[in-house]
């Protein structure tokens, strides 16, 4: 229950601080955490919610990432952050992400016109049969694959023993994208970006913090997307949650952006319906823009 839980998160932290129960608690604190996940499963408390990513003049998504959430009957809403590490240690991560992009690529049906981001973890792309996956869910929800992107973080990268480079490649002919997410962030190589071909870089939030005070992380941006341009793969900027930090961006070129300044992540009905309000709003301001 509750203490299971807490413990686990205490487990998570414990590689860095003092605390280091034994190993057999270890094994049985670990255990607990992924009964409860199976059951979790079972009893459909887990839910996709759905952060709208949008053009670069900021008035239209162009595709929405899919973020797990947990919602859990006594503790409420629980964030990826607090429990996905353990499913990472254990084959449950793959019972989650089956479920992740099954459910996004099912919701992506109803929502024309919207490419689905899906966040891959490196336990899953690692798994031989993850291509298949991809490819039988594309037929059964009958979506065409570009509609589909998937979000890799280049720890996966690190090496190539699991046969990452070749599970890459068959994606790709199977036609989904992959974009490289969180880049910046860790051991970023601009090799990676010779030796795989993303379709999209997602530049992280810590870049876009210190855009309003920090010129080297302005020049950084700025050679990001225009790198991007360069070598032809498309840069989405992450975080985006001041007006100072947009205009900043749309001075510079014409990236993707995400961020609470544009919508936090929402359960499917509210996305749709917001995605009506943000269209209404917008006609609105041509309309506006016509009377004068
Ligand atoms: P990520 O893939 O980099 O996703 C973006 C995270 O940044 C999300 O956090 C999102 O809510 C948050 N975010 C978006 N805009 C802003 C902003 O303007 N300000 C701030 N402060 N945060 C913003 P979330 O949903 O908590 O997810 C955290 C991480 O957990 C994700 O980072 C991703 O690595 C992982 N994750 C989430 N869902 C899944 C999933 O279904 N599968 C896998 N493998 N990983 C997932
Ligand atoms: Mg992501
Ligand atoms: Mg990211
Ligand atoms: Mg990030």
Redesign the pocket.
């Known amino acids: 229950g509750d203490i299971a839980l807490y413990q686990a998160k205490e487990m998570g932290r414990a590689r860095h601080v003092v605390f280091q129960p034994h190993m057999e608690e270890r094994i049985q604190m670990r255990r607990t955490i992924e009964e409860e996940i199976e059951r979790a499963l079972k009893r459909h408390e887990f839910e ?2 759905y ?1 709208p990513i949008m053009d670069a003049k900021g008035e239209k998504a162009v595709a929405a ?4 959430r947990w919602n859990h009957p006594t503790r409420g809403q629980i ?3 607090t429990f ?1 590490h353990v499913a990472e240690e254990s084959q449950l ?1 793959n019972k ?2 089956e479920w ?1 992009l099954e459910t996004a690529m099912k919701d992506a049906t109803h929502l024309p016109g919207i490419r689905m981001c ?4 490196p336990n ?1 792309l690692r798994h031989p049969d993850f291509p298949s996956l991809v490819e039988k869910l594309l037929t059964r929800y009958e979506l065409e694959p570009d509609r589909i992107e998937l ?1 890799v ?1 280049e720890e996966v990268l690190l090496n190539d023993a699991d046969g990452v480079h070749e599970t890459l490649k068959e994606l790709h002919r199977i036609g989904v994208r992959v974009a490289l ?2 880049f910046g962030t860790g051991y970023s190589s601009l090799s990676y970006l010779r030796l795989y071909n993303f379709d999209k870089i ?1 530049i992280d ?1 810590s870049f876009v913090e210190d855009l309003d005070h920090d010129v080297d992380a302005q020049e950084i941006v700025r050679a990001l997307i225009s790198l991007g341009s360069a070598i032809n793969v498309d840069i989405c900027v ?4 001041r007006k100072s930090q947009f205009k900043f961006l749309a001075n510079v070129g014409d990236p993707l952006m ?4 544009f919508a ?2 929402m359960p499917l009905t509210k996305f749709r319906l917001w995605r009506e309000g943000a269209e209404d709003a917008a006609l609105d301001d041509i309309e506006l823009v016509e009377q004068l």
């Open positions: 996709n919610f952060q990432e899919a973020l797990i964030s990826p952050g996905l991560i989650i992400g992740v899906v966040n891959v973890s899953q979000e973080t997410d969180d997602k939030r992450e975080g985006i949650e995400q961020g609470f300044l936090r992540p």
